[in-house]
């Protein structure tokens, strides 16, 4: 409207007086990776219980970052040998050939959960990852959030807690997102990841806290001229749990526990 009003087509901005929209974004607390590990044992049934579908799409929203509708729209024709392909959702109006943002991206996978995926396609092929029945259909999404749902509360996150944190489905993204700039990932790798379009958008999805964050210190020797300050075996040994390797060092149930299951 401004350049319209210096091109002589309107005589005032009548957005002028417009005020601009409050910033209501409700504050949410993401899960941690300490919570991730133990949502994620080795032996997944003492979370899980049965159930192994929930579990495995779960385990790889916490890696992926990837939406409730690329979970379910999953196709075994487009898990390979180190990565998939997400090209598809699967919504209430059935299965679309495209993203969200209508933009296709290929995501590394941990050779862990390409095994926990591999064991799902033997009973599903190239149909839907997550299926129930033979990869026709993909499950219910009510069955990934309720899985999610029992899990947080086997691990000690009751109900008003996982309300009060806004904890769903959807919070993987968050998660990842997170995750990944803490762990050094520039923006453009970690939208390569999670299919974000715009900064903005990534910036919405984070959730640093600059108290894990050990490249500030680095920063802050840098500007004062001096070293790096050395912590102790113990504090080395706390911070353990949110190094580098938070993420990739997730734990994966055995794939034999999981054809134990399936049988």
Known sequence: MTEAVRR?????????????LKNDRKDIEIITVEEV?????ENYQTVWGGKAIAYAANKLASLTGMRAG????????YVFDSHILVCGQHGRFGY???TKTKENRNIPILPDMMALLQKLMERNGKGFVFSLDGG???VCLTNLYKGLHEALNKIGIDNAEIKRRGLTLHSWRHFVNTELQRLGLTI???QSVTGHKTNRMTEWYSHLDARLLENVISA???IAGTDKPKSNKADNEQATPRGSAAISGLKLVKTSELDRKLA
């Open 8 to 20: 002589g087509l309107i005589a005032t901005n009548p957005c002028m007086n417009v005020q601009n």
């Open 70 to 77: 690329e979970l379910l729209g999953l196709r075994g024709e």
């Open 96 to 98: 679309k050939a495209h």
């Open 220 to 222: 802050q020797s840098a």
């Open 37 to 41: 590990r133990k949502l994620f044992p």
């Open 136 to 138: 026709a259909t993909p």
């Open 188 to 190: 453009q790798q970690v």
